[in-house]
Nanobody
């Protein structure tokens, strides 16, 4: 089992940047594919990005491709989401997730953080 704690959310103007972090507990961080999902008010939770255990493989939703970058530091048990060129439609609660599925999995996950709010003003 793994516990996840996100940080780095906040309020930013459109066009700005934020970097989210997700710290994972446990000694088996490298056995997990890590991901980020988000949920906007009144909408379902949606996939944002995923990264393989080694960091060699990444996947992104079309809506964030080219603007967001997912990375991980296995020595620190941490996964990051660098968000650039933010848009008001990126406003959501962002959740870190972990599972032992393939990096291409974009539906659901097994372990979730509590979420961090990202608000992009126009």
């Amino acid at each position: 089992q793994v516990q996840l704690v996100e940080s780095g959310g906040g309020l930013v103007q459109a066009g700005g940047s934020l970097r989210l972090s997700c710290a994972a507990s446990g000694r088996t961080f490298t056995s997990y594919t890590m991901g980020w999902f988000r949920q906007a008010p009144g909408k379902e939770r949606e996939f944002v990005a995923r990264i393989s255990w080694s960091g060699a493989t990444t996947y992104y939703s079309d809506s964030v491709k080219g603007r967001f970058t997912i990375s991980r530091d296995n020595a620190k048990n941490t996964v990051y989401l660098q968000m650039n060129s933010l848009k008001p439609e990126d406003t959501a609660v962002y959740y870190c997730a972990a599972d032992q599925g393939l990096p291409s999995r974009t539906r659901g996950s097994d372990f979730w953080g509590q979420g961090t709010q990202v608000t992009v003003s126009s």
